[in-house]
């Protein structure tokens, strides 16, 4: 369930809750807990690039968790070592390239100097990840793709690009069309855009599929992005009501 719970500076990536003896525990501490037992697979299982590519989620997914930009690079760099033995090794699987882009991302927080390279390799591995398997993770890597593009400076600073992200994004919700994230980062993007009418028809079918998502989408591992969506969905009605 990773990318697209929390919105960063270029791309989201997702954290979710799990309970434990009937009581939720954090994000951080989940995190935390996946990727110690991610690397312990990683270490035992040399040569294995899914061990290798699970253990780039869960480093995209700690690093997003931590708030010391230093532990944020280290866990990152981690990442990128792994998802690009995984991309080598097996050039074929997607969550090698998308794994690899969350964690270029992660490492792009903590830069100011050398971040749009970073964001340039990241454009790349998510490219790649489309080419591959574009419906992994929900669509997440055209989810991913089409944040990147709507959230980063425009030439020549950096690759930002509406009509690219509007493409993306609507590619995501084609692809996986009951699952709230694409819909709500499309939203966010009408939003930011101030396109008013684009945006009551999207929100019109985000409410169509709410209902089917929850039974979908149910359980303890998913308290989390449901809280998380649903506070975006708010954010989002609000910002769209002071725009208007």
């Known amino acids: 369930m990773t990318a697209g719970y ?3 500076v270029f791309l989201g990536i997702g954290l979710f809750m799990e309970v434990a003896n009937g009581e939720s525990v954090s994000t951080s501490a989940v995190a935390l807990k996946n990727y110690n037992a991610a690397k312990s697979n990683y270490l035992a299982q040399a040569g294995d690039t899914t061990a290798a590519w699970k253990f780039a989620r869960a480093c995209a997914d700690w690093a997003d968790s931590v708030e ?13 070592e792994a998802g690009k033995f995984a991309t080598e090794m097996a050039p074929t699987n997607a969550a090698g390239f998308y794994y690899l882009a969350l964690n270029y991302g992660e490492l792009a927080r903590t830069k100011t100097i050398g971040a749009l390279s970073l964001v340039n390799k990241m454009e790349h591995a998510l490219i790649k990840a489309i080419q591959l398997d574009p419906t992994l993770d929900h669509a997440g890597p055209d989810r991913s793709l089409g944040i990147l593009y709507r959230d ?15 493409e993306h994004l609507k590619n995501a919700v084609r692809l996986t069309a009951d699952y709230p994230d694409n819909y709500l980062s499309l939203l966010e993007a009408y939003a930011k855009w101030k396109d008013a009418n684009q945006f009551h028809a999207t929100a019109a079918q985000y409410k169509g599929i709410v209902s089917i998502a929850k039974k979908k989408y149910s359980g303890p591992e998913w308290e989390g992005p449901w809280h998380d969506w649903e506070e975006r969905w708010r954010a989002v009605r609000q910002k769209i009501q002071n725009e208007g």
């Open 6 to 8: 929390g919105i960063f």
């Open 152 to 166: 980063a400076p425009g030439r020549p600073a950096s690759i930002g690009n509406k009509s690219k992200a509007e």
């Open 68 to 80: 010391n930009n230093e532990q944020r690079a280290a866990t990152a760099e981690e990442g990128i």
